[in-house]
């Protein structure tokens, strides 16, 4: 399992301590949540900030788009070089489009799918794709409680994938800890993303081993 702490959860008065603490602590991915105000209920950082954390991380970073324009958004975070940026199914019309964009720009495209959104939505682009992020809870927040029904879904999605031979990673974000890590792993999650969990820890190194199964 590869983890990715969010940074969400972290303190922002000493992000660069913790971006470092996070990165030496054995994470794998740095992931960052960009909310526009607009999709979800809640506003985050843009790109200078961001820029910041790119420097001080010793990690790729994993850019978890929650906005409204997303080509907008695409084209502002694409110079920071993010190992993964990936954008919600639901508010792009366009999603074939905007994932060879983003592989223009030498990033791994990722597609975010909502709690309620079937694995379906996304059949006929899982070639395109290198990862897909299931929400399993409503995007906005870190400290939520998961929502159990992503382990059904997780299962489908790797059925899919299996079935078309494609080369796509599966993320889970959303209220993981310890202890729903290893059902994530079984359904065959490959990445999960923590927050609250890693950055509520006193020892960040443990926390993030823990995840590691
Ligand atoms: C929610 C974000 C998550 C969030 C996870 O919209 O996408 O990445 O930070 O936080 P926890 O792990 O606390 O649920
Ligand atoms: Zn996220």
Do not use: W
């Amino acid at each position: 399992m590869y983890v990715a702490p969010s940074i969400l959860s972290a303190d922002f008065g000493k992000l660069d301590e913790e971006i470092k603490a996070i990165c030496d602590g054995g994470c794998d991915l740095v992931h960052v949540d960009v909310m526009d105000g607009h999709f979800v209920p809640n506003l985050t950082i843009g790109p200078v900030v961001v820029s910041s954390v790119a420097k001080v991380a010793t990690k790729p970073l994993d850019i978890h788009l929650m906005v409204e324009n997303n080509t907008f958004f695409v084209d502002l975070f694409a110079p920071l070089k993010p190992k993964f940026l990936t954008f919600h199914i639901e508010e792009e019309k366009h999603p074939h489009r905007l994932i060879q964009k983003i592989r223009d720009y030498g990033i791994s495209p990722g597609v975010v799918l909502n709690p309620h959104t079937p694995p379906e939505a996304i059949e006929f682009i899982l070639q395109d794709l290198d990862m897909v992020l299931l929400m399993s809870v409503n995007p906005g927040f870190g400290g939520q409680k998961f929502i159990p029904s992503v382990i059904e879904k997780t299962k489908r999605l790797r059925k899919m994938i299996e079935k078309q031979n494609a080369h796509v990673m599966i993320e889970v974000d959303g209220g993981v800890n310890g202890l729903n890590v290893r059902e994530l792993d079984e359904a065959g999650v490959d990445i999960v993303v923590a927050g609250s969990y890693v950055f509520s820890s006193d020892d960040y190194e443990s926390s993030i081993k823990s995840l590691h199964v």
